[in-house]
């Protein structure tokens, strides 16, 4: 098993920027793609961004192309996302995720962290 722990959400003005993190425990070789997704009110969970976690390929929804950066530091079994020119559209629970093999299907999630960007 794996477990993710996301941190770094919280207030933000529209423009501004924010960091989240998500560290992984446990079985943590077992992974092969570790990612992000979020969910706001009344609208359903949505992929935002993934890294594979040992070539560091990157893919990233077309809504935040340009402004989002995911990375991952390998040695603190850490992953980032860095958002940068936030809209109060990416107002939403950030969900950090991995997965065992490569698909549409995520084998592990985190608790997830708010995210609120005011306008």
């Known amino acids: 098993q794996v477990q993710l722990v996301e941190s770094g959400g919280g207030l933000v003005q529209a423009g501004g920027s924010l960091r989240l993190s998500c560290a992984a425990s446990?079985?943590?070789?077992?992974?092969?793609?570790m990612g992000w997704f979020r969910q706001a009110p009344g609208k359903e969970r949505e992929f935002v961004a993934a890294i594979s976690w040992s070539a560091g390929r990157t893919y990233y929804a077309d809504s935040v192309k340009g402004r989002f950066t995911i990375s991952r530091d390998n040695a603190k079994n850490t992953m980032y996302l860095q958002m940068s020119n936030l809209k109060p559209e990416d107002t939403a629970v950030y969900y950090c995720?991995?997965?065992?093999?490569?698909?549409?299907?995520?084998?592990?999630w985190g608790q997830g962290t708010q995210v609120t960007v005011s306008s």
């Open positions: 446990g079985r943590t070789l077992s992974i092969y793609r």
């Open positions: 995720v991995g997965q065992i093999s490569f698909g549409p299907k995520w084998d592990y």
